[in-house]
């Protein structure tokens, strides 16, 4: 069994695993909306490499942020854009 960390999504406590990027780890824990684009549209996760940018999130306030270039750790605090 693998290890768990503790974040905090959008106000939530998830434990999520420990070894994961925070893009796999919100996409395990059922996460289909990352962001908005400047329309108003739904985005998440693309490329998975950090080229796309479609996987930004804000990460301990810090803003665009590449949640598929982010290791999970213990107390990490996520907000995504809320549909």
């Known amino acids: ?13 998830r434990e999520v695993p ?32 950090g080229a796309c940018q479609e996987c930004r999130v804000t990460v301990d306030g810090r803003m665009h942020v590449r949640s598929c270039m982010t290791p999970c750790r213990e107390g990490l605090r996520v907000e995504t854009d809320q549909p």
Do not use: H, K, W, Y
Not at 1 to 13: A, F, K, P
Not at 18 to 46: D, H, I, K, Y
């Open 1 to 13: 069994m693998s290890e768990t960390v503790r974040i905090v999504l959008n106000g939530d406590e």
């Open 18 to 49: 420990a070894e994961a990027t925070l893009a796999a780890a919100l996409l395990g824990l059922g996460l289909t909306r990352f962001r908005n684009s400047v329309q108003g549209e739904p985005r998440a996760p693309l490329c998975g490499m």
